[in-house]
């Protein structure tokens, strides 16, 4: 077993491994086989095979200084696509943390608008009939929490 781990790691010396351009013909690859099985076409099938094709030579390349070059260019053309989806990935990720955040308030807390100036209060939960006073427009008013 550990001499097949070693051939397996001598193979792997000097290959250039997998790189954003790998990465992204590979889910190329992926995604034109899902659309190969609900098309049943064999242009699309053979498409995601060059694909898949193109990825695994790349990966198993020891010319490593050109497909670093391929790389870099393919990094500098899909720079602006790249940030914008990296945006909206953080966005997303925020949204879900600030939805993840409010359940849990709402666990210990009443949470209710000021019937003045509609501004988001939270009071704790199991307090009865309390006089709340507005932060914003210093409203108060009674609720029950």
């Given at each position: 077993m550990n001499n097949f781990r070693y051939k397996m790691a001598q193979f792997f010396v000097g290959r250039t491994g997998v790189d954003a351009l790998g990465r992204a013909v590979s889910w190329?690859?992926?995604?034109?086989?899902l659309l190969t099985m609900i098309t049943?076409?064999?242009?699309?099938y053979l498409l995601a095979m060059v694909c898949l094709g193109y990825s695994l030579w790349r990966m198993l390349s020891k010319n490593y200084q050109k497909?670093?070059?391929?790389?870099?260019?393919f990094l500098q053309k899909t720079a602006g696509i790249r940030r914008f989806f990296g945006k909206f990935v953080a966005d997303?990720?925020?949204k879900f943390a600030k939805l993840r955040y409010n359940l849990n308030q709402r666990k210990t807390y009443a949470i209710f608008?000021?019937?003045?100036?509609?501004?988001?209060?939270?009071a704790p939960k199991g307090r009865g009939k309390i006089q709340v006073t507005c932060s914003k427009c210093h409203?108060?008013?009674?609720?029950?929490v």
């Open positions: 190329a690859a992926l995604i034109l086989m049943h076409s064999n242009v699309v497909r670093y070059n391929e790389n870099q260019l997303c990720k925020n608008k000021c019937p003045g100036c509609k501004q988001k209060l939270r409203a108060v008013f009674i609720k029950k």
